[in-house]
């Protein structure tokens, strides 16, 4: 499945490193990934395909949330096609 991760927070070292540490860990593929710190926040948008993927998509939302916990982030997992149909006009 092709997914859509979002991650929202105050920019601080190691955000990008600790998130695709994790998805590399779970056997995750980043197909695309966009980031830009706007004043002192971070967000970073990646397309990513978890069809190898060692753990569940509830398993991998766990351990995302737990990064975003100990990180102050907002990290979200969405499957691509059903946040194609979200953010479509």
């Not at 926040?41 to 995302?64: C, G, P, W, Y």
């Amino acid at each position: 499945m092709k997914a859509i991760i979002t991650v929202v927070g105050k920019d601080k070292v190691g955000i990008i490193a600790a998130v695709s540490t994790r998805l590399a860990e779970c056997g995750v593929n980043i197909l695309d990934i966009s980031q830009t710190i706007m004043q002192d926040n971070f967000t970073m948008m990646m397309s990513v395909d978890t069809d190898r993927s060692s753990v569940s998509i509830k398993e991998l939302k766990a351990q995302l949330a737990e990064i975003g916990k100990r990180m102050a982030l907002i990290i979200n997992i969405y499957n691509e096609e059903l946040f194609d149909s979200m953010h479509r006009v």
